[in-house]
């Protein structure tokens, strides 16, 4: 028999931590269950990048709050979470791409994000190690990074310190119905169950749209100086937005430790961990077009992860379609660092019957499918 | 930019110690064309390891004699860090990087030092027992130098033999094996007169260097290096002042490119049949790899290999027995050199325990595996990729390593970028 | 005798035998090859290119493993921080 719980939190990644942190802050007994450690699964393969993005209106709201957010909370933050807001530049590298720039910049100052178009030449003094030629970018400052395994950890230990229980090294077989069946042939029982699984929360709760979106990564050994802000090109809205195929765009992060690390790629339908050397290559020849410099670096490791991606781009968050005491925080494909703050928050206060800050609506699982998009 | 570069051929060696020369050459006495990689500047891994004093060691002077001519190419300075597609491995130099295509492949990678951690290990001049052999043959100055010679094996005895030849001052060696062990030991030698040959060598070069079983280091002592090491001999803490210390306990095989291949790991070895052929179609495996054997089991294993590679499975046949005897050798040293259980109270709190990141004992402790304290504390995340702290934390933990990926070395962004996947081709349709 | 070849090692002339690793030269030196993460001074450990704690700069390049690098006339060769 399971002692009293008022919620149980499945996954215990950056989102799932999140959701207990802000249950256990809300007076809730909370258990958080996952079947390997704290922040194993896409939280420890991703860039821990805290970015706004503007793919959508409701993409744009949610990550600019949870940002804020992640700003609130940086005082608390531990020292091994390194926290960097090194800022955001959206590199252009010709007209088109500075039409984008410039067009960005009016979107996001007219909703109070500070982002600044700096030229070629500002361009080329922030980051000397970008080939010549490019045209200018976009600078966003309040952007930054952070190690996401002890982002997680600091989170659930947050909880745990309100009384929250954490087990680990068991998966859960079912949920639904108030009830967590465990592997161990244990059950939790409680009257809120979160599915907050990622990439394998379509395996707990049928029907979900969550698919696998593989991503491959490298990390340099350290070159402190070498790189200043996270950079991304702007085609890079162009492959997340891809919705079948392999696609590969330049996202280069500067880590506290001075190492580099190099994405991005994306895949549909591959679902096996090991490093595949044709999408790998890709990468990293996109990343030397923009930064020819990266070439010579030393190579520490390579890994990849799966993002958990729905067909529309918006990740899950409110109250499972079939059964009462489910709720979903899942589906934010790249953007699971950033927008789990603002996850949790928005996803009590629906638990708790209260509004919240930003509209909930466009992230509703009961929200109107569009066209189904996925392969 | 790097240099793209296609090399082929027949039997494809990766390491240049005794098991892949003697696998190179017998394999190109066969008329095959063959190829040895190796990362040094010049070949003999670590037991053959030349020295600027005096050129090649004279065990492997023959072997090398031959390779040359029999015109197997030599390909020094160079990692093999990649397996892109069967047939095809990826190594890189100092300049660019290359692709090397084979029908067979030798894997004889050997084996490295296991350091444990106690304080103050991380010091400059404390160094593996091998390692700091390595230094005296490529240049460094040793006459008239303390040097403490610790841990476990019988490298530690080599090692010692050779600093004192050179002129080294030896105060002690400490090897933690009891005396009982090494009775044992030596009684169970009788089964192979040749070694009992050289062990006598071995202590005659000794001359009155004490040699002291039943003791370990416990701390080095030292402000910018090492000064003085604290050794613990039957219950009793000694200090020793000395300009070096050489500490290894015994040796790891070096699996992790075979485990790349897919190759079956049993115990921490591949597992090879009777012809050291893997559980991978086509890969070889011979050396210390198989097992830590020593020099003469790598020499018949890799002539086992090479021979078969290259279809003389007769003649591979004839040196069954031979290595039967030496594998008998190979495992009295493991059970002699069994590393006691005090060892994993020598780091303190602060002791640091993986060196590339820093993190210290009392960090990993409490972690449930080696992955969960790679993801929380970077332990094993540095260049080294955990080949100095994952046999440590094995012992002081027991946690099993992680799965290997590319590259199973440290290698310039630009030679990643160069991989391609080739569908379907081998080097059997070129 | 064997030549002697002529490099520097953060700044200090050391003169090692042809064919002598950058490794001994820096010992010769008595110098520390790095600094490790927290600052601590270290110097080679394996001898054979595995524990990259040798590692230095040399002619700017950065990361360079020592103890497998042989010395050429005029390296320049500096601490690894």
């Not at chain 1, 190492?259 to 991005?264: E, P, R, T």
């Not at chain 2, 003697?22 to 006495?29: D, L, M, Y």
Request: hydrophobic share 40%; charged share 20%.
């Amino acid at each position: 028999m399971s002692p009293g719980f008022d919620a149980v939190v499945v996954g215990a990644g950056i989102v799932g931590a999140a959701c207990a942190d802000e249950l256990a802050h809300r007076g809730m007994r909370v258990a958080i269950v996952d079947r390997d450690v704290v922040g194993s699964g896409a939280t420890a393969a991703g860039m821990g990048h805290i970015v706004v993005m503007d793919d959508s209106e409701a993409q744009f709201v949610l990550t600019r709050y949870s940002q804020q957010l992640w700003q609130a909370l940086r005082p608390s933050l531990p020292r091994d979470v390194e926290y960097e807001q090194c800022g955001t530049i959206w590199v252009g590298a010709d007209e088109e791409e500075m039409a984008e720039v410039r067009r960005k910049q009016k979107y996001y100052v007219a909703r109070g994000l500070p982002a600044e178009v700096i030229d070629a030449k500002a361009l080329k003094q922030l980051e000397p190690n970008l080939r010549d030629g490019m045209t200018g970018g976009l600078l966003i400052p309040e952007d930054g990074v952070l190690y996401p395994p002890c982002a997680a950890r600091f989170l659930v230990e947050r909880a745990q310190q309100r009384g929250a229980k954490l087990i680990l090294g068991t998966s859960a077989t079912q949920i639904g119905e108030g009830r967590v069946a465990l592997s161990d042939g244990t059950e939790l029982r409680a009257e809120v169950l979160v599915n907050a699984a990622g990439s394998w929360s379509g395996e707990l709760t049928p029907g979900i749209e969550v698919k696998k979106r593989k991503g491959h990564l490298l990390i340099t050994d350290r070159y402190p100086g070498f790189l200043r802000h996270q950079l991304v090109e702007l085609g890079y809205l162009k492959s997340a937005h891809l919705v079948s195929g392999d696609s590969v765009a330049f996202n280069v992060q500067p880590r506290q430790t001075g190492q580099v690390l190099i994405g991005s790629s994306r895949q549909y339908g591959a679902e096996q961990k090991n490093v595949e050397h044709n999408i790998l290559a890709r990468m990293l020849q996109r990343a030397q077009e923009y930064m020819p410099g990266l070439g010579a670096l030393s190579t520490v490791r390579t890994w990849t992860g799966f993002r958990a991606a729905t067909p529309d781009k918006l990740p899950l968050i409110g109250p499972a379609c079939h059964d009462k005491s489910v709720f979903l925080a899942t589906g934010h494909e790249g953007l699971g660092i950033t927008t789990s703050l603002a996850t949790a928050k928005i996803l009590v206060n629906q638990i708790m019957g209260v509004p919240s800050e930003i509209s909930i609506a466009p992230y509703l699982p009961s929200r109107a499918p569009k066209e189904k998009v996925h392969a | 930019m790097s240099r793209e570069e296609e090399r082929h051929f027949d039997v494809l060696v990766i390491g240049g110690g005794p098991a892949g020369i003697a696998a190179a050459v017998r394999a190109a006495e066969c008329g095959v064309q063959v190829g040895i990689v190796d990362d040094n500047a010049t070949l003999g891994g670590q037991i053959w390891r030349g020295s600027l004093e005096n050129g090649p060691a004279p065990d492997a002077l023959h072997w090398l004699r031959s390779l040359q001519k029999l015109g197997v190419t030599e390909l020094s300075g160079m990692r093999i860090f990649d397996q892109p597609d069967t047939g095809i491995v990826r190594a890189e130099g100092f300049e660019g990087s290359c692709e090397l295509r084979y029908r067979y492949l030798m894997v004889a990678t050997g084996a490295r030092e296991r350091f444990l951690p106690f304080p103050g290990w991380t010091l400059p001049n404390v160094m593996g027992a091998g390692g700091l052999q390595a230094m005296v043959k490529a240049g460094l100055p040793i006459r008239g130098r303390r040097v403490v010679v610790a841990g476990t094996g019988p490298l530690l005895l080599a090692v010692a033999a050779y600093l004192h030849e050179h002129g080294a001052e030896i105060p002690i060696v400490c090897e933690q094996a009891s005396w009982g062990s090494l009775a044992r030991f030596s009684a169970a030698l009788l089964a192979h007169p040749g070694k009992i040959g050289q062990g006598i060598k071995l202590k005659r070069q000794l001359g009155r260097v004490p040699f002291v079983p039943g003791s370990w280091p416990v701390a080095a002592h030292g402000r910018e290096r090492l000064e003085s090491v604290e050794i613990l001999r039957h219950g009793r803490r000694e200090m020793i002042p000395c300009d070096y210390l050489a500490c290894g306990f015994h040796l790891v095989p070096n699996i992790e490119f075979p485990s790349l291949l897919g190759c079956k790991i049993q115990g921490g070895y591949v597992q090879v049949d009777e012809f050291q052929r893997t559980t991978v179609d086509g890969v070889f495996c011979a050396g210390e790899p198989t097992g830590i054997g020593g020099l003469e089991l790598s020499l018949i294993e890799g002539q086992i290999a090479g021979l078969t590679a290259a279809g003389a499975v007769a003649s591979a046949r004839k040196l069954f027995g031979s290595r039967n005897k030496a594998v008998s050798f190979s495992r009295m040293m493991d059970r002699t050199f069994q590393l006691r259980t005090e060892l994993r109270t020598l780091p303190s709190a602060e002791t640091i325990v993986c060196r590339c990141e820093d993190v210290a004992y009392s960090r990993l402790q409490g972690h449930t595996s080696w992955r969960a304290a790679k993801l929380h504390t970077r332990c094993g995340m540095g260049p080294c990729q955990g080949r100095i702290c994952g046999p440590a934390t094995q012992f002081l933990f027991q946690w099993q390593p992680d799965s290997v990926r590319p590259p199973t070395f440290p290698v310039r962004v630009e030679s990643l970028a160069s991989v391609t996947e080739h569908r379907g081709a081998s080097a059997l349709q070129q | 005798m064997p030549d002697q070849v002529t490099l520097t090692v953060n700044g200090t002339s050391v003169s090692v035998p042809a064919g002598a690793t950058v490794a001994v030269a820096v010992a010769i030196a008595r110098q520390a090859c790095r600094k490790s993460v927290t600052g601590e001074p270290r110097g080679p450990l394996c001898g054979m290119g595995i524990c990259f704690e040798c590692r230095v700069a040399i002619n700017g390049r950065a990361h360079s493993r020592s103890c497998q690098i042989l010395c050429e006339p005029g390296m320049e060769v500096s601490i690894d921080e």
